[in-house]
């Protein structure tokens, strides 16, 4: 029997891209149960071509996607921007979580003053929406720049002037949520142009954790990492069971995957704290939180009562010396689940919790799922050896 042919319609100009492939690739089933028709350079004129495929996977824009609900076949499409009911499924990036875990992250660092750069695209704007939400329910607004226009005129881009205003007009020290590394490597550039020190006065994070953009930007940019293997695996997986499931019971699918962690470098190596005692416990307790460290470490560290230390944290981030500890634990913790195949039991053990029952009572009670269904989400055709 003749194996069925899938297009793969996704470019690799991207780190976005790029992930989602090599997570189409990773699956097993695309390695023997189907071919697969593939020119990561001229994706749209493969739609030229799809009359001898049986399906597609597409991470193609509005428009050219739009010609595929009208071919017939079975399509798991991977991008916001082209979302539609009416594909056999939709598999992509939960924006609005982006857009959240930056807010917490620079609320968790004492920031009091945002601000955003995006671009009216639907995943910007998604991303844009979890960033401001999360910013209120927190206490905090923020200030927003849209590159795609200025004023009346939506077809006008911003000029590296209009955003070098805009920058320079902020109040100091901001945090600044950039839609993706594209934006966030320009708003350094034209900062350090400017002379508007990073991260000192600006803190700027991006998305996508695009190593030749982040480590190109100085300072190196800090960025969320997407899930993009995720993505593309989850894709190969239901392109798979429609192909050989028969009852078309893997239709009408919709998976919205989350990102994976924020990765720092110098871009957001700041705390906003006017507070030296709670800035040096701050600090004391990111460089020492997985050593099992409790307040009274910090105390010895920080001279101060426990009463005044508490009290002077509350006011300024909102929670106890005791819950930041066990917040940068499980923070750490996330990453590592995340990212490596490290035995649960060891990550306990390497982020502070001691052992791996009282590190499982901590992390669903605070992320709401187990620290195995946490990994779930990440590690699906990752080498089992990977130690990150």
């Known amino acids: 029997m003749k194996q069925p042919l899938v297009a793969v319609l996704v470019g690799m100009q991207t780190s976005f891209q790029r992930g989602i492939v090599e997570g189409i690739a990773g699956h097993p089933r695309a390695r023997g149960s189907w071919r697969v028709r593939f020119d990561p350079y001229r994706e749209e004129a493969n739609l030229g071509g ?12 509005p428009e050219a996607a739009e010609r595929l609900l009208d071919w017939g076949r079975p399509v798991v499409n ?34 009091t003053r945002f601000a955003a750069v995006g671009m009216t695209m639907a995943h910007s704007s998604s991303r844009l929406a979890g960033y401001l939400d999360a910013l209120l329910a927190l206490g905090h607004e923020a200030e927003v720049l849209d590159l795609r226009w200025g004023g009346a005129d939506r077809s006008r881009m911003l000029t590296d002037a209009d955003l070098t205003r805009w920058l320079l007009g902020l109040p100091k020290p901001v945090a600044l949520f950039a839609t993706n590394d594209v934006l966030g490597n320009r708003v350094i550039e034209l900062a350090g142009a400017a002379d508007v020190d990073v991260p000192e006065a600006l803190v700027v994070v991006g998305v996508d954790n695009d190593p030749a953009l982040c480590g190109l930007s100085r300072p190196p940019l800090s960025s969320v990492e997407l899930a993009t293997e995720h993505i593309g695996h989850s894709a190969a997986g239901i392109i798979d069971a429609i192909l050989h499931g028969g009852d078309g019971s893997a239709r009408d699918i919709t ?60 006011r300024l981030l909102r929670r106890t010396p005791k819950q930041e500890i066990l917040r940068v634990r499980i923070e750490l913790a996330k990453a590592e689940l995340a990212t490596t195949a490290l035995q649960v039991g060891e990550i306990a053990h390497r982020c502070g919790f001691g052992d791996q029952t009282r590190f499982g009572i901590a992390f669903k009670r605070a992320v709401g799922t187990t620290p195995t269904a946490f990994r779930r989400k990440f590690l699906v055709g990752r080498p089992a050896g990977r130690r990150g």
């Open 50 to 61: 799809l009359d001898r495929c049986d399906a597609a996977i597409s991470g193609l824009g």
């Open 78 to 111: 991977c991008v916001n921007e082209s979302l539609d009911r009416r594909f056999a499924a939709n598999v992509s990036c939960n924006d609005e979580a982006v857009g959240r875990l930056v807010a917490e992250d620079l609320v968790s660092r004492g920031y």
């Open 255 to 314: 998976v919205s995957v989350p990102p994976r962690r924020l990765v720092h470098r110098q871009s957001s190596n700041a705390l906003a704290i006017d507070d030296a005692d709670v800035a040096a416990a701050l600090s004391f307790i990111r460089q020492n939180a997985t050593r099992g460290i409790g307040v009274g470490d910090v105390l010895d560290h920080v001279p101060i009562s426990r009463r005044s230390l508490e009290l002077r944290f509350t």
